[in-house]
């Protein structure tokens, strides 16, 4: 059974397209659902919820149908939304032991369930404090928490890393990465951070205006690029790129700390990069394939999703 099956499915507000004709068949796995800002993301959480109906098409979630699921489709998933959604006055525990009893716990159950997920999440500490003195990466755990609290096999994550410092975004990006590979969870990570999704995500799914435009893992999706390398050189280098250049070699990018981005012309064999280096007293110390990465594969979707459009 495949995670998600969605057919043609489309939304609109109005006269407004939020979602145009949107099909997607994901198995189980980390989902990267990438997307720049209004390209129909938020309006497709909200229909993989339950909370909002296609104005046309269908699809089942988990095996549930959406036009039939509400609560039994939300039961079986953990959302965690962009906003806060947070209830002042309510201390962490209680907040998140709340969030299992609406899903159908019972109330000793949820309270234990709530205090082992706080407690796997790092947040001993912060369980009786109220919710409105929490910073913002305790905010962004507690609703990871309440997400989690009843144990459901797929998690909708919005914009998890929003207003975290550099440290607060990796600790959360790990934790991500732990409980899809390590303890089984489906994950869809929405965002407009590439970062994020290439820390996390094995499959990517690219949205804009509304439509799909690309949807598989990286691999599959990405420009191979027989004529392009990356270098890590060391040693005084300057002689060995002129050298390079003589030799029809382009250097596309050289960050001064002996990383270099180039292409090669045709006919090039690796083994003359070595020769070069060695003539030059230079040390190789690494040569791989610069095949498009997830940044530059990002553009040249929509690049030509507008060109199509």
């Known amino acids: 059974m495949d995670l998600i099956d969605l057919d043609n499915v489309s ?15 994901l198995g189980p796995g980390r989902i990267g659902l990438l997307g720049p800002n209004g390209a129909g993301k938020s309006s497709l959480l909200k229909i993989l919820l339950g909370l909002l109906r296609p104005s ?16 039994a489709l939300r ?20 907040y998140v032991a709340l969030a299992g009893e609406l899903c159908g716990m019972p109330r000793r159950q949820a309270q234990r369930r709530a205090h082992e997920v706080l407690t796997y999440l790092d947040m001993e500490d912060a369980r009786y404090r109220r919710l409105e003195e929490y910073s913002t990466g305790m905010k962004q755990r507690i609703k990871l928490a309440q997400a989690l609290v009843h144990d459901p096999p797929l998690l909708l994550l919005d914009e998890p890393t929003s207003g975290l410092d550099p440290v607060g975004r990796d600790a959360m990006l790990r934790l991500l990465l732990i409980l899809g590979r390590d303890h089984g969870k489906s994950l869809i990570l929405s965002t407009h951070l590439l970062g994020d999704v290439e820390q996390v995500c094995e499959t990517v799914v690219i949205l804009h205006q509304g439509r799909v435009l690309r949807q ?32 029809g070699v382009h250097i596309l990018q050289d960050n ?18 070595f020769a ?24 040249r979707v929509i690049l030509e999703g507008k060109d199509e459009g």
Not at 11 to 25: E, I, K, M, T
Not at 216 to 245: I, S
Not at 256 to 273: H, K, Q, S
């Open 11 to 25: 939304r609109w507000y109005g006269d407004y397209p939020a979602l145009q004709d949107v099909s997607l068949h």
């Open 56 to 71: 046309s098409g269908g699809g089942r979630v988990l095996g549930h149908d959406l036009d039939h699921a509400g609560a």
């Open 75 to 94: 039961r079986a998933v953990g959302y965690m939304p962009e906003s806060d959604s947070l209830i002042p006055g309510l201390r962490g525990a209680e």
């Open 216 to 247: 598989g893992t990286v691999a599959e999706l990405r420009t191979r690029r027989q004529d392009r390398y990356r270098l890590q050189v060391q040693g005084p280098a300057g002689a060995f790129l002129e050298e390079l250049r003589l030799e």
């Open 256 to 273: 001064g700390r002996g990383e270099l981005r180039v292409a090669v012309p045709a006919g090039w064999v690796t083994r003359a990069f």
């Open 276 to 299: 070069l280096a060695d003539n030059h007293q230079v040390l190789l110390r690494g040569l791989q394939r610069d095949d498009e990465d997830l940044e530059e594969l990002f553009h």
